[in-house]
């Protein structure tokens, strides 16, 4: 018989008890801040569906990187905004690229804090897709070769690790065989292996204004409905070299957190996407929602579903509220 010698809520009666049993915890160091670099000088300006996120000049980047270092936050994913863009995306592998200089400038000045870069060429290109566009289909093997580029201008450059979210087949191994070739073989591949065909990218799409312009990313980025089938890109991705593997969106997807968790030992990331933040900022503005704590509420739920690092626009304001601050 249970209750009333059961009685769940003995433990739940004052904090010190709550925090001795909480299962899960975040701390800065599972966060990982996402930002978006664009040309110029002393040049910030917000994007409009993200309330609180910029584009930066590399001058202005590397500020913010300090702050992000300062905070406790480990490391930051880079995307840029090219102003030059072409069939092939060719200045997304260009040695003297947005994000190759923004990645020299952030090792030379804030050398401690660890800079990831998003390898795709989507932003680098007129149509917009994450692959070579020939008769209106989608070039998988093809692309590679722009990617095994993308990727070695980036570490040439200094990045500290390379996150593949293209979604094109057999780029993870791609990508390996690329860098040990040039000598970087300790070099990690943080491979977005379950990356879904999901509406919730819209604001990042309108940030790197990379929205595709014919069709849409069904036939690369995987069916929402496909929770097997991510087991099998994760699996793909760890037989081809990857050294951490990602789940994105989160919230939506967290049974796909926690089934990735469960089948493999490999450090499991999960990307809070944009959409996840601009819904939060949204209803906070209306004051439907206390931001707060629906933004450590949401982090929490990813952790919880087995997330060991979390990508999100929110890392600065959730470390400054781990770190014991008001936002
Ligand atoms: C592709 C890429 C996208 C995101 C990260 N890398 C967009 C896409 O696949 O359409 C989305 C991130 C977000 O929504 O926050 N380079």
Redesign the pocket.
């Known amino acids: 018989m249970a209750f009333p010698r059961q009685r769940m809520r003995r433990l739940r009666q004052s904090e010190p008890l709550r925090q001795m049993v909480r299962e899960t915890r975040l701390t800065p160091a599972d966060l990982i801040y ?1 930002l978006f670099v664009v040309e110029g000088r002393d040049h910030r300006q917000e994007i409009a569906s993200m309330p609180g996120q910029y584009r930066r000049s590399i001058d202005l980047l590397v500020k913010e990187a300090t702050e992000v270092k300062w905070l406790g936050i480990p490391a930051v994913i880079l ?1 840029g905004i090219p102003d030059q863009r072409d069939e092939r995306g060719s200045s997304g592998y260009d040695s003297n690229g947005i994000v190759q200089r923004a990645v020299r400038a952030l090792k030379d000045q804030v050398p401690d804090l660890l800079i990831i870069t ?1 390898v ?1 060429i ?2 680098y290109t007129t149509h917009g897709h ?1 692959g070579l566009v020939r008769d209106g289909r989608i070039l998988n093997d093809d692309t590679l070769d722009c990617l095994r580029a993308m990727a070695r201008t980036h570490v040439q450059a200094g990045a500290d690790m390379v996150a593949p ?2 979604m094109m087949d057999g780029r993870v191994g791609a990508i390996r065989d690329e860098l040990d070739r040039a000598g970087f073989s300790d070099v990690p591949i943080m491979a ?1 292996a379950a ?1 879904f065909a999901s509406c ?2 819209a ?3 309108e940030a790197t204004e ?1 929205a595709p312009k014919f069709g849409d ?1 069904q036939t690369y ?1 995987m069916d929402p409905a496909n929770a097997r089938e991510a087991l099998r890109e994760i699996e793909l991705d760890v037989e081809e070299g990857a050294d951490i593997v990602m789940v994105k969106p989160a919230l939506p997807y967290l049974d796909v957190i926690a089934a990735a968790r469960a089948r493999t030992n490999l450090p499991v990331a999960a ?1 809070q ?3 996840e933040y601009s819904m939060i900022k949204a209803a906070a503005r209306v004051g439907w929602l206390d931001e707060t704590r629906a933004m450590m509420e949401s982090l929490l739920s990813i952790k919880r579903a087995g997330a060991d690092l979390i990508l999100t626009y929110f890392a600065q304001d959730a470390a400054r509220v781990l770190n014991g601050r008001r936002v």
């Open positions: 996402p995307f998003d795709c989507d932003e994450c979210s293209d977005y990356k919730f990218y604001p990042f799409r990379s990313r980025q990307y996407v944009s959409g």
